[in-house]
């Protein structure tokens, strides 16, 4: 039972352009959501949030909405630069029950960014 | 110097074999994690544990058992490895604060474990 899931798992765009990365969620105790971006041979590091309370949060050049009414939320890199290319993980933590003070990973999308 | 280290980084192993993956920090967190990544299954949760005496199993704790033998010290333990468990393996950690949901998690570099 995956509760939160990332459909895409590759996406290649260019330099400069706009990556789009989508993850949605099954568990409606999720309060707060994350986005963890993971280069090869190291672990994931934490890239941008957002709290179930917003529906949008804005880092630099990253970007992540949330549609709760959906249970879908995305994360836009503008623009994008080869250096972004990793795999970034969805991430979601509840406010109680089982999922409380707890990560759930989506599966990953792998992203290339070309020259 | 790295803040969540684990060793070892690699470890090769044959089926039945005892393995432990340890893992330190020196962030003086409160919470640490063990986690798994599968091919098309992102991280999954193993154990964790919100201090040194509390342990708590997560997602997928069958086959696996941990230690937690100081703040700084949270080790893994396969009793009997099976080919299935081939996988890598990232320790974490995580700040503890009244109220507060949630506290960002930092990872270390990871263990690829082969079971064969």
């Known amino acids: 039972d995956q509760q939160v899931k990332q459909n895409s798992p590759s996406l290649s765009v260019q330099e400069g352009r706009i990556s789009i990365l989508n993850c949605d969620y099954t568990?409606?105790?999720?309060?707060?959501f994350l986005w963890y971006k993971k280069y090869p041979a190291e672990g994931p590091t934490f890239l941008i949030s957002?709290?179930?309370?917003?529906d949008k949060n804005e880092d630099g050049r990253f970007t992540v909405f949330l549609n709760k009414s959906a249970k879908h939320l995305s994360l836009h890199i503008v623009p994008s630069q080869p250096g972004d290319s990793a795999v970034y993980f969805c991430?979601?933590?509840?406010?109680?029950?089982?999922?409380?003070?707890?990560?759930?990973f989506g599966q990953g999308t792998i992203l290339t960014v070309h020259p | 110097d790295a803040d969540v280290t684990q060793t070892p980084r690699n470890r090769i192993t044959k089926t039945g074999k005892r393995i432990m993956l340890e893992c330190s920090q020196t962030?003086?967190?409160?919470?640490m994690y063990w986690y798994r990544q599968d091919p098309g299954l992102g991280l999954r949760l193993i154990y964790y544990?919100?201090?040194?005496?509390?342990?708590n199993k997560g997602e997928i704790s069958d086959g696996y058992s941990v230690s937690r033998q100081a703040q700084a010290k949270f080790s893994l333990s396969l009793e009997s490895a099976i080919p299935n468990q081939t996988a890598l393996y990232f320790c974490?950690?995580?700040?503890?604060?009244?109220?507060?949901?949630?506290?960002?998690?930092?990872f270390g570099p990871g263990t690829r474990l082969t079971v064969l």
């Open positions: 974490a950690t995580s700040e503890s604060e009244m109220g507060q949901t949630y506290n960002e998690q930092f």
């Open positions: 568990n409606s105790m999720f309060d707060y």
């Open positions: 957002i709290s179930s309370i917003k």
């Open positions: 991430a979601a933590i509840g406010a109680g029950g089982t999922s409380y003070g707890k990560l759930t």
């Open positions: 962030k003086g967190h409160d919470r």
């Open positions: 544990s919100f201090d040194v005496k509390d342990i």
